[in-house]
């Protein structure tokens, strides 16, 4: 059967001007966008606008339609894909679009792509008091402060900074038991909606954190004098926790 030709097009871009790594860098996400990389093939570049086409086996197109379809689903792979789109279509001052031409020649627009058009997100910086967790995995320092580096446990780990004093004390606890730091830091909050910590957590004191039980700690709590038993505690943490059916 003859293949189907795919074509996305950047508007604000043209082959004689933009750079070869820039098209490659289309290519590659218009690639992941389609998906089916066996029966997906390069095709050519075409002039106006940016066009960079693609000739797709034809049985593999109703798996191409049905993945564009998903788009719409936030956390799928083909959406993250779409982002990063957009994110590069914004910065070239570009909107896109995909179409496909069928055996009859004729073109359907099959996705838009707004770019530059999307809303854009003020990016913020704030300065709190706040705390951090995690297991201290590095301390060091030449001068009069020290610094250290927390593993958070989740593939982030937090840079601070202490007093020399304060970081004798948790040179106790390298990869030891998980500790919560106090003190303040920057925070800034990019594009994404995504909170990062700008530069170093200033470090004030810290606890060690206990690892128990939820039994443990209701037990803990029942010891405190409370009314309570097992069955009102578990039934009041639930309604915490879910709020009121």
């Known amino acids: 059967m003859t293949p189907v030709e795919y074509v996305f097009t950047v508007d604000s871009l043209r ?14 996400e218009l690639s992941k966008l389609l998906g089916q990389p066996e029966q997906v093939h390069f ?8 066009k960079c086409h693609a000739l797709a086996d034809f049985d593999a197109t109703p798996k191409i339609d049905e993945r564009i379809k998903q788009i719409a689903l936030p956390d799928s792979d083909i959406a993250r894909v779409y982002d990063r789109i957009n994110q590069m279509l914004a910065k070239d001052n570009a909107v896109g679009r995909l179409d496909r031409i069928g055996i009859d020649g004729k073109t359907a627009k099959i996705y838009s792509f707004p770019g530059r058009e999307l809303p854009r997100v003020s990016t913020y910086k704030i300065r709190q008091q706040g705390s951090l967790d995690g297991v201290v995995v590095s301390i060091g320092g030449r001068d009069n402060s020290s610094h250290l580096h927390l593993d958070a446990g989740d593939g982030r780990y937090w840079k601070c900074v202490t007093s020399r004093e304060l970081a004798v004390s948790l040179a106790h606890h390298l990869y030891g038991s998980s500790i919560r730091v106090f003190g303040s830091g920057t925070w800034l909050r990019d594009s994404d909606r995504k909170w990062s910590l700008d530069g170093y957590f200033s470090v004030e004191h810290f606890e060690v954190l206990t690892e128990e039980t939820l039994d443990t700690a209701l037990s803990r709590i029942r010891e405190c004098g409370t009314r309570w038993d097992k069955q009102s505690i578990s039934e009041a943490w639930k309604e915490l926790r879910e709020g009121d059916s």
């Open 15 to 28: 082959p004689a001007t933009a750079s070869m790594q820039r098209v490659a860098e289309y290519f590659l």
């Open 43 to 50: 095709h050519k570049v075409t002039e106006g606008s940016l």
